[in-house]
Structure formats: C-alpha cells, structure tokens
C-alpha cells in the first residue's frame, strides 16, 4: 500500500492564482482530513470528509474548497491565494474516525 | 472549546538519558488521546493512542504514555532516548464517537546531545 499520497511536494504561487493540493489514499478509508501546520504552531483542520459527496468545515475552512466525488481522492482547492495561505498542508485518512495517517505533506508559498 | 497544551517548546537530553514529554487537555469528557512524531521535512507518524482501559499505553519506538484523568494529562516517556529520537512531538485529542479531525497541540521540539 502506498497508504495517503499528496501532490505536489512542493509550490510557489504568485497572489491571486488559484490551485488544487491533491490527496490521495489506497486503504479504502472513509474519513479524510485536511490540515495546516504554520511555524510554532500545531496543525489546524481545515476540511473533512466522512464519505465521498459529504464534506464539512474545520477550524479554518475560509479561503479553501474541497470535494469528495470518490472514497479514495480528497482535492484541497485554493482560489485566489493569498500570503497568509504560506503553510505546509497534510492530508490525512482514518478508518471509523479513529487514528489518523497523515501524508508527506505539501509545502506552499504564496508570493 | 477543546484544546491542547504542550508546555514545552524545546526540550534537550542527553542520548541515554530519559525523557518525558507533557501534555494537557481540556475537554468535556475524556477523548481519545494521541502521540504522534514528526521527523523533518516529514509527515506524522503515530507513536501510540488511548482510547480506553489500561491508562499505561504502549507504542512505537520504545515510547509509553500515561493518561491521568484526574490532571487531564497525557504524558509521554521513553527510558532511554536515541539520536534518532531527535524530532517533533505533538499531542493531539479527538472527541470520542466523532468523525471530527484532531485537535493538536503546538509541539515540542526534541534536541539529543551526544
């Protein structure tokens, strides 16, 4: 299994463009989960899903759109990137909302 | 509102020496708790969970914590630590029965000295 993959690794966007984070997971997981992590800081939920088609808002939604159209893709939108949206992003995945596995993460920056 | 607080930023240890690593929760009831180790420029790993029972858990890497309800604790220990040991550790909860994401705790910072 390659258990939650995330594309790309790496990004550098100008103000104002727009982008979608890939998520991906192989262990037929229901729950999925976006996340941010700022310096100093813990990670912030920001989207999740508990199926495809239903999705909901975390701590810190405003800025970002998701979908869930299959159990396995979980596509983080950025519309109109702004500074503040500088963060490495983690996707994760969980069978019954239980432990969370977490991908190797996205690094933004927004310029 | 629920949330995390881990009081340390950084933390040195001598490589041999133990370690524990704090963590406190405040909730309405008891959620499940986690441990989770972040290595740099890497993801999280799991280090080890309690859901329930035996308030002394085991996980990975020779870690254990201990859950204190009556201090809405969760602390992390390891007898001996290893260079390798040297990484980002977060304490995160979950509000049982919830399909709701986690909530983490800012982070401390494990330094080994040789």
């Known amino acids: 299994n390659a258990g939650v993959t995330q594309t790309p690794k790496f990004r550098i966007l100008k103000i104002g463009q727009s982008m979608t984070l890939q998520c991906a997971q192989d262990?037929?997981?229901?729950?999925m989960y976006w996340y941010r992590q700022d310096p100093g800081m813990g990670l912030k939920l920001i989207y999740y899903?508990?199926?495809?088609?239903?999705?909901d808002k975390g701590e810190v939604p405003n800025g970002y759109n998701v979908s869930r159209s299959t159990t396995e893709d979980f596509p983080l939108r950025l519309e109109l990137a702004a500074p503040s949206q500088t963060s490495v992003y983690f996707c994760?995945?969980?069978?019954?909302?239980?432990?969370?596995?977490f991908g190797p993460g996205t690094r933004l920056t927004v310029l | 509102a629920q949330s995390v607080t881990q009081p340390d930023i950084h933390i040195t240890v001598s490589e041999g020496a133990s370690l524990e690593l704090r963590c406190n929760y405040s909730?309405?009831?008891?959620?499940?708790l986690f441990w989770y180790v972040q290595s740099p420029g890497q993801g999280l790993q799991l280090l080890l969970k309690?859901?329930?029972?035996?308030?002394l858990v085991q996980g990975i890497k020779g870690f254990e914590a201990e859950f204190k309800r009556s201090q809405s604790s969760f602390n992390l220990r390891k007898p001996s630590v290893h260079w390798s040991d040297a990484a980002e550790y977060f304490c995160?909860?979950?509000?049982?029965?919830?399909?709701?994401?986690?909530?983490f705790g800012k982070g401390t910072h494990l330094i080994i000295q040789p």
């Open positions: 899903s508990v199926g495809a088609g239903i999705t």
């Open positions: 995160a909860v979950r509000r049982k029965g919830g399909a709701d994401g986690l909530t």
């Open positions: 262990m037929n997981h229901n729950y």
């Open positions: 309690y859901f329930s029972g035996d308030t």
């Open positions: 909730y309405g009831a008891t959620p499940y």
């Open positions: 994760a995945s969980s069978r019954q909302g239980a432990w969370q596995f």
